[in-house]
Each structure stands twice: as C-alpha cells, then as structure tokens.
C-alpha cells in the first residue's frame, strides 16, 4: 500500500512540474505589442521606417517581411536584429521607395537567443503581428504631408517638463504656416496617451 501511494504521488508530481513548466514558457512567449509608422500617408516614391515593441520577455529579436499584393509576393526586409529590450521601440527603415498600391507588413519576435516555439519554412519564431498598408499616389497637391523626423526642442526630457516641438522635416503640399498634436507612445504600459487638446 506504502509503495503504491509513493508511485501515485510520483506520477502526481511529475505530471504537475510538467504542467508547471508548459504553463510558464507559455506565459513568457514574447508577443508584438506596437508597430508604429514613421509617417503618413504614405504616398508612391516614399521610404518608410517601422516600430516594434514587445512585452512578455525582456531580451527580444524582431525580424521583419514585406508582401506586395500587385506581386503576390513575400519577402524579407529586415533579418534578425541583435537582441534588444522588449519595451523600448526598435526602430527599421525600409530604404526602398514603396511603389502605391496594398502591402502586409509581417513582424515576427522571438527570446534573445533561443529556438521559436513556432516554425514555418521561413524558419522558427516564438508570435508574429501582420499590419496592412497603403501607398497612395500622390494626387492631392493641397494636402500636407510630412516624410520626415520631428524637431523636438531636446532629445530627454524629465516627468512633468513641457515638451517642445519645432516643426517636422520635409514637409510637402500645402504651405504653412502648420499647427500640430502630440500623442506618445507609453511603452511600459504599451498604451497611447493622447493629445485631446487643439492644434497648436
């Protein structure tokens, strides 16, 4: 009766620890919380960069595919990165001029260093987000674009200070002068906070 109780409580144990243990590497898979745009619309003859960030993991690599739907094609646009923190935004840019029509971007994250837990023919990865674009052929002449960075008065700036911002580089179509919004990106609580105020 003794070694009978012993092999149940054994096999209870062991199936437990195994439940344990898949029950944690699923909680800790990383998965794509954000991709950003640098800018938009996106208009024909327009370079782009992307935003990723990530939460269930601290160290990450995002690898990133383009598909072009005029070609019904995917292909790579950015390898593995070295690793990276999840929760700080990880910024590519795409250095061919995007030609108008539908594309999918497809971001795939995995552990710094590990196999993913998934895999396909274009190899293994732990989750993945696909986000949908739209290149636009550039008609509106009285439409104002912008395809380049903000000016921000300072790169840092403390909790409660006023930020600043100077314009945006290489605005296009209508002329200024222009008033803009401000939202932010709170990668800890991989929300947006945004701007309710008016242009200014």
Not at 109 to 118: F, L, M, Q, T
Request: charged share 30%; with cysteine; glycine share 8%.
């Amino acid at each position: 009766m003794g070694n009978t109780l012993k092999k149940i409580f054994i096999a209870l144990a062991s199936i437990f620890l195994v439940f344990s243990v898949q029950t944690y590497a699923a909680e800790n898979i990383p998965k794509i919380n954000f991709v950003g745009i640098d800018h938009s619309p996106l208009i024909e003859g327009d370079k782009e960069s992307f935003l990723f960030t990530s939460k269930g993991y601290d160290k990450v690599q995002y690898r990133a595919f383009l598909y072009t739907e005029s070609k019904n094609e995917w292909k790579q646009i950015m390898p593995w990165t070295n690793a990276v923190d999840s929760s700080i935004p990880y910024k590519f840019s795409y250095d061919t001029p995007f030609e108008s029509g539908k594309y999918k971007l497809s971001v795939w994250v995995k552990r710094s260093g590990a196999k993913g837990i998934n895999s396909n023919k274009n190899g293994d990865y732990d989750s993945y987000y696909v986000a949908e674009l739209n290149c636009v052929k550039e008609t509106e002449a009285d439409r104002v674009r912008a395809d380049g960075d903000m000016i921000p008065e300072k790169d840092t700036y403390k909790v409660g200070e006023k930020v600043v911002v100077n314009g945006v580089d290489n605005l296009r179509g209508r002329k200024g002068p222009y008033t803009f919004r401000l939202h932010i990106f709170d990668a800890n609580e991989g929300k947006w906070i945004m701007d309710k105020d008016t242009y200014r």
